[in-house]
Nanobody
């Protein structure tokens, strides 16, 4: 059984930074793609960033140049470094493994 636990969310002022972490349990992490998604109130869940098992990355247009996804397979952890945060980045951020497993989410609020 796979479990994903996100952390690192919080309240930050516009222009600030946060780093989210997603730690996986189970043995299948290293061979699979991992994505970060977000869902704002009243909106559908959307892909923010994704990293393949080989390290290829892709990003939503709205976060390109500001967010960076990375993975440490030895620690079974994926990170999302978020810089130059904007109020529109406010959402619950979820980690997803292989389009199958979801974490519980971590709240990110960008506000002055």
């Amino acid at each position: 059984q796979v479990q994903l636990v996100e952390s690192g969310g919080g309240l930050v002022q516009p222009g600030g930074s946060l780093r989210l972490s997603c730690v996986a349990s189970g043995s299948i992490f290293s061979g699979l793609a991992v994505g970060w998604y977000r869902q704002a109130p009243g909106k559908e869940r959307e892909l923010v960033a994704r990293i393949s098992r080989g390290g290829w990355t892709n990003y939503a247009e709205s976060v390109k140049g500001r967010f960076a996804i990375s993975r440490d397979s030895a620690k079974k952890t994926v990170y999302l470094q978020m810089n130059a945060l904007k109020p529109e980045d406010t959402a619950v951020y979820y980690c997803n493994l292989a389009d199958s497993f979801w974490g519980q989410g971590t709240q990110v609020t960008v506000s002055s």
